[in-house]
């Protein structure tokens, strides 16, 4: 099966580290220019900044969300504090204590200088705990317990003492109300991309810098199914189905969400890039256009063109992500959609290029990956969509094996998502499947033992094998499965 334990160090395109947009003039404005500045989470953000905090212990009573046990039938759990705290492990709860290892340590030495302490570094503190002026927090407020209840939902202090009230939150107050309490809605799939993606993407005073990563930060990224399993699961997901028995085919529509949010995200980023003075942050590019064996010939070759030989490469991997679920689920913007995405992957150079043409690209495509979000959000997903998502990928599997490591990751991840949770999820793969076999042959090359990262395993032409043999078991080289 495919390993889960390393995919927040995954760098894919998600990787650009984002700053906050600059809304482009009348004169570079066209209708397929996104509007940034009426999306939820951004009205949300600017909101919460006059809210007060509440904190994760005003959450933690036995009557609340602190309960011993879950309660029968409830769509509120009631056990959620202790399923976050899992016994000290939970991974976002434990963000903060992270702060006091060694590691952190010399990674923020060597980026502030030897007097930085990594706690109470403000680009520290961003990710890796629930951040409150202190004049926003209550007494009762323990920034150890890391990135707790109110990182994700909202500033409670204004709703902390209705929201259990059925009938005045649900009927009484509108979602509009709910959020000017400072509530932010996560059953609604985009929305739950974009605050994952606050910090496994980035955001205005949330980024991952090239010079992070040389001092030794780990990459991060989100791909919404995959990292939600990392997660200690203290939510039903009906509450987010679209029909009562849409079942696993959830699956295939939370990976098509959080692939067209992560791609829209991304572009917003890099349209911001474009209106800087300055070389692009070489967290922009694909990382093994650089890091990679020279003296390895298949090494060398890795997502390179005549043009783009000695020049660090976009990553791709989302947009051919992306690319498939617009063959599927809008084919009538595909020819546009690759337009556009060529447009951007071809113009971004470290030796100088075209920032305005770029931030044309890069909302352009933005406008196209968030009509695909809404789209895949309302889409009801079955077999036969799935199936075809999946045939479009594995025609596509030479462009994805040749763009190098990271995109062959996001192709396994893919295969687990639509296919492992999505089309299996009624019953278990068998060591003799054939295709099980082949999946674990895919996740052996590109991870170790311990579900450590094997860039330097990594084969195009060994990939592309695996693929066909992928592809064969799910009985998509025919083009009618």
């Not at 602190?66 to 504090?81: H, K, Q, T």
């Not at 259990?164 to 509009?176: A, C, F, L, P």
């Not at 396994?412 to 793969?429: E, G, H, M, T």
């Amino acid at each position: 099966m495919v390993h889960m334990t390393s995919l927040v160090f995954l760098v894919t395109v998600s990787a650009v580290p984002l700053f906050q947009p600059v809304e482009p003039s009348p004169s570079e404005s066209s209708s397929s220019t996104p509007s940034y500045w009426n999306t939820y989470r951004h009205r949300f953000d600017v909101l919460q900044k006059s809210l007060y905090a509440s904190g994760a212990g005003n959450c933690s009573g036995t009557m609340c969300h602190g309960g011993a046990e879950p309660r029968p039938g409830e769509v509120i759990l009631g056990d959620e504090w202790d399923r976050w705290y899992d016994s000290g492990k939970g991974v976002h709860f434990n963000a903060f204590h992270t702060l006091y290892e060694e590691r952190s340590d010399r990674i923020v030495k060597l980026l502030y200088g030897r007097d930085a302490v990594a706690p109470e570094t403000a680009e520290c503190r961003a990710c890796h705990a629930f951040d409150v002026p202190e004049q926003k927090r209550p007494k009762r407020f323990d920034e150890k317990e890391g990135v707790m209840c109110e990182a994700c939902h909202g500033r409670a202090a204004s709703w902390i003492g209705i929201h259990h009230i059925r009938q005045t939150w649900d009927v009484e107050r509108s979602e509009e109300q709910r959020t000017a309490l400072g509530f932010y809605d996560t059953q609604n799939l985009i929305r739950r991309a974009e605050k994952c993606l606050e910090c496994h993407l980035g955001t205005a005073t949330k980024r991952v810098t090239h010079r992070m990563l040389a001092a030794g930060h780990p990459p991060v990224a989100l791909e919404l199914v995959n990292d939600l399993e990392r997660v200690p699961r203290h939510w039903t997901d009906k509450q987010s189905f679209l029909t009562p028995g849409e079942g696993s085919w959830f699956h295939a529509r939370v990976w098509a969400v959080g692939q067209a949010v992560r791609l829209r995200e991304s572009m917003y980023g890099l349209a911001t890039w474009a209106d800087n003075i300055g070389p692009p942050d070489y967290s922009f590019f694909n990382c093994y256009s650089c890091h990679h064996d020279l003296k390895n010939e298949t090494r060398r070759s890795h997502g390179v063109s005549p043009e783009t030989l000695g020049d660090p490469t976009f990553d791709q991997a989302t947009v051919l992500m992306c690319r498939s679920l617009v063959a599927i689920l809008l084919p009538d913007d595909a020819a546009t959609y690759d337009n556009a995405a060529n447009a951007v992957t071809k113009l971004l150079s470290i030796y100088g290029t075209d920032r305005n043409a770029i931030k044309k690209g890069a909302f352009d495509l933005a406008a196209l990956a968030d009509k695909l979000a809404v789209t895949a959000e309302r889409k009801a997903f079955d077999r036969s969509i799935t199936f075809a998502i999946l045939q479009k990928l594995a025609n596509d599997r030479e462009a994805i094996a040749y763009q190098g490591y990271r995109a062959a990751v996001e192709m396994l991840f893919a295969c687990n998502a639509l296919y492992v949770k999505a089309v299996l999820s009624d019953r278990k793969l068998t060591p003799t499947d054939p295709l099980d076999d082949a999946l674990r042959k895919l996740d052996n090359m590109l991870y170790d033992e311990s579900g450590g990262e094997t860039p330097q395993k990594y084969d195009p032409a060994t990939f592309l094998a695996l693929m066909a043999e992928t592809a064969s078991g799910l009985g998509l080289l025919d083009k009618n499965p």
